[in-house]
Structures are given as structure tokens and as C-alpha cells.
């Protein structure tokens, strides 16, 4: 997770690392993270194509179409395994595909869907199975890949297909569309099948009542979280325990598009239909407005196991900024110019996009908290409130942070000081003082400093052995390899 922010930036409480686009691009966006810090999403790349993108390293994109020029799309979701969908246009008609350890497979022609008909992934689960939609040749239904198979979904009658899956848990949950005819007219539905083995069994109806109701999230127990259509108004709506919760702060252009494990969801509109948008954090029965004091607008994005949100809020600025909640600090500014929050996983590390120079582009990011601007996430750092090694008179071959730039400094043997590889992030947030303090090393390191047998010792928890490089001087490693153990 650490190669993630070599070359981060610092910008109030959070730590920044920007999303390099591929080779001859000038903007990229951001649409997922895994608890990897893996990140996907588009990128432009040479010809000012838009290309499917994974970033395993801030600063080498990884184009998933390979080798042919002129595929364009986006990747949209990864699996914690590091599995990829999205969709890639061809002849204007956009492909499913999944990506998987470097092997990319076109769904669309794999199944031998007809090429004149669109289909897209929206999600896959951590067994690689892969949901999404495709037009079969009467209208769109979802469907399911797993094992290089393709699976179509069933609608809720004969004469009433499904319109599309749209998540997956790893139980085999789906939830997605089917429609409904009412009158003269078709509506969508929410449902939910169930996937066993190769087996698919349903679709069921959520039991909302409402007109129409749309699906967005299911999480690892079940719950889903969307948006009904009651008359004019549309609501959110979680269903937990078979139990169906509608909020009743009903209005226009709401949004449900995420919930967590412990199946609280975040939602977005115009409360009674007048004013700006505004976000909330729910739990069914309970909602937190979530910038009661922003200038204006404030909508969600996601929402993760901790109950940090993200989204983007104008917080005391006219400016669209990308923030952060949490229910001890409220919400904070990530960026001070336009950004947006688009992503949140289960260590806190932040996906967005930002505005880039005049032409609109917008080039992606990883954010995290890092209250002592240390260079380490709050959620990584060992040692909280990282100050520098300034008291220390450097003795052969021994290391530490003497000038509090993150970097540790090596005095090489004929008596030089440099700048070895080694930096804070190397030992999660710790100066050479502070392990001596935290870890119980022997008090003459915090005056004379640490060998790197200290640094990288297995017996405490910071070692990385992250190594390379050498001093030509005297053949010694950056970080003292011939130094006292």
C-alpha cells in the first residue's frame, strides 16, 4: 500500500497523490478503489482516447485494453482480488469485459452476443463472478459471467424480463431490475436472485409498493439500499431483514448509492423538491444531515465500514469541493478548488478526481487523512505526531530523520551525510527517536541513530526491508547494509 504515495502532496489534514494518465493523456478519472488501495477508472491516453485503467502505482497507469489502439470505455468496479469490468466500445456499441492478471476478455463476443446490441458490467464479487446487462435481441436483460459462461436473468414473468443487474455480494446475491406492467405501461422493480453454484433461483420483489423502485447497493449480509417512486416524489428505501424502510424525506433528484456492511446507507436530493441538494447518512430509521452549515449543495458518493463518508459539498465556499465525514469531525474540505469524492474503502483511503488546468480536464486522486503531515496515513501511521530526529549527531553508518523531511539520512563512512531511500513510510510514521521510545531499542540509538538492522528488524512491526540501492563511495547500501546489526 505504501508505493501509493511516493509522490504525494501535503494539503491541510490529508495527504494527496495524483493519478498519472496514460502515456500521451492529460486527464484521468477515478470510479473504484479495493481495500488494496488498487484504483480503476478512465484514462486518456495517445490520441486523446478514452481508455480502461487500473493504477496498482500512482505513477504507472496500466492500459487494460493492451495492444489495440482504438478501444475505447472505462473500467467501473474491482473486485478485492484485483478482477476489473467495465465496458469497451466497439463500432459504437459498448462491450462487457472483465480484466483479470493481465487477460482481457470481451464478454460481448465471448458469449456471442450480437455485435449490434450494447451490454455492460457494473460489478463483480471477490469470487470473480461478474453481473450486469445485456441486450439479448429484445431488450436489455441482466445477466451473470461466471466461469466463462453467460447466464441470462430471469424477469418476474414469462412476459416481463429483467432489465439488468447492477451489484453482486460474495453470498451470490444480485440485486438488479425486472419490469412490471402496470396498465399500459412497464416499471422497473427492484429484485433480488440468488446465485448457487451455476444455479440461479428468482427473481423477488423487494416488497416496497411503490411505482417504480431502482436498486443501487447490496452488501455482504443483504441489505439493499435505492430509491422508490411514490407519485411525484422518490424516497430512499433499505431493505434489511425482509423488513423494507423508506425515509420520508421525499423530493427531487434523490440518490441512494451506497450503504455499508452494518447496512447504513447515504443518500442525496432536494428535500420537498426546492433548494440544493443535501446529503444524509441513514440507518432506516435515523439520518444525519451531513453539512447542515455548506453554502449550498452537498451530495454522497460513498460510505465505508467506519462510517466515513465522501462526496462533494460546497463547505463554506461556492466552490464544489471533494470532503469527508465522520461523526467526530464532521465534515471537512479534502481540496480547497473543484473536486469531487468518488470512493471510500475499508482503510479510509479516498478516490476523487480534481479540475486541472483551463481546458476542463480532470485528473484523478488518492486521499487520506494525516493529521501530523507526516506522509503517513492516519490509518498506517504507528506513530502519531512524527517529529523529526533533530537532536541527533549521526554516527557511522546509522540513519535517521535529522532534518524532519520524512527521509532518513545516512552518515556514509568517510564522514558525508546523504540522503538514504529509506523514508517514514518505511516505518509507518516513526522517526528513529520514536521507535527507540515505542519499541524498547537500546537508548543510544536516539542520540548516535538507528542501524538498519532497527529499521528493519522482524522483530517489531515496522520493519519493511524495502532495500535498494547503493552508495558507490564505499558499496555500502543507502540504508547501511554493512552497519551494525
Known sequence: MHALFLAATLVGAFKITMLEPLPGGSHCLAADINDRGWVVGQSEGTGGRLRASLWIDPNEPIDLFGSDPDDVGAAVDISETGVVVGFVMHASIPHAFVWEDGVFVDIHEAARLDPTRPSQAFAVNDEGVV???????????????????????????????????????????????????????????????????????GPVEIPIGAVSSIPRAINARGDVIGTATFGPDTYAFLFRNDIVLTDTLGGTSLRAPALNNAGRGVFDGQPGGVGPDEGYLWDGTTRVKLCPACAGLSTVADVNDDEQVVGTAQIGSLVPTAYLWSSDRGPRAILSDNSDATGINALGLIIGDRASGTAGDRLAFIACEDDDQDGVCNSADACPNTQGDFHIDLATHRLADTDGDGVFEVRLADGSIIDSTLTLEDTNGCSCTQLVLTFGLPESFSSEGCPQGALASSDHPLGKGRFVGTDAMDGLTVFGVAAEQ
Do not use: H
Open 131 to 201: 453481473v450486469g446487462q445485456a441486450d439479448f435481441g429484445a431488450g436489455n436483460r441482466g445477466f451473470v459471467w461466471k466461469d466463462g459462461a453467460l447466464q441470462e436473468l430471469s424477469g418476474l414473468t414469462r412476459t416481463t424480463p429483467s432489465a439488468g443487474a447492477v451489484d453482486i455480494n460474495n453470498a451470490g446475491e444480485i440485486v438488479g431490475v425486472a419490469g412490471v406492467v402496470v396498465g399500459p405501461e412497464t416499471f422497473p422493480r427492484a429484485v433480488v436472485w440468488t446465485l448457487l453454484d451455476s444455479t440461479i433461483s
